[in-house]
């Protein structure tokens, strides 16, 4: 199969919201237990910061990324008219 100008566009996308999306993961898990120390100086709902991210901070930060992928991927779908046909 050939691979068409749309096509490619549309996979440059994806790459795009990938990447991006799993810089945000990578912030989240890592870098922020990286400086978990320097984050519990300041406090959240009564916790340390750093407790809290990790806690239920990264957990919702994940949910939300999910959702953004699912909304994003629909949103790139009918832009490039790629996908299922209902």
Request: no cysteine; glycine share 8%; proline share 0%.
């Given at each position: 199969m050939k691979l068409t100008e749309?096509?490619?566009a549309y996979w440059r996308s994806n790459?795009?919201?990938?990447?991006s999306l799993l810089s945000v993961w990578f912030l989240v898990s890592f870098v922020a237990?990286?400086?978990a120390d320097e984050l519990n100086r300041f406090s959240f709902m009564s916790f340390p910061l750093g407790f809290y991210i990790f806690a239920q901070g990264s957990q919702i930060t994940f949910v939300i990324l999910i959702g953004i992928y699912v909304l994003a991927m629909n949103?790139?779908?009918r832009k490039y008219q790629i996908g299922e046909k209902r």
């Open positions: 749309q096509h490619r790459l795009l919201l990938t990447f237990g990286y400086y949103y790139l779908d």
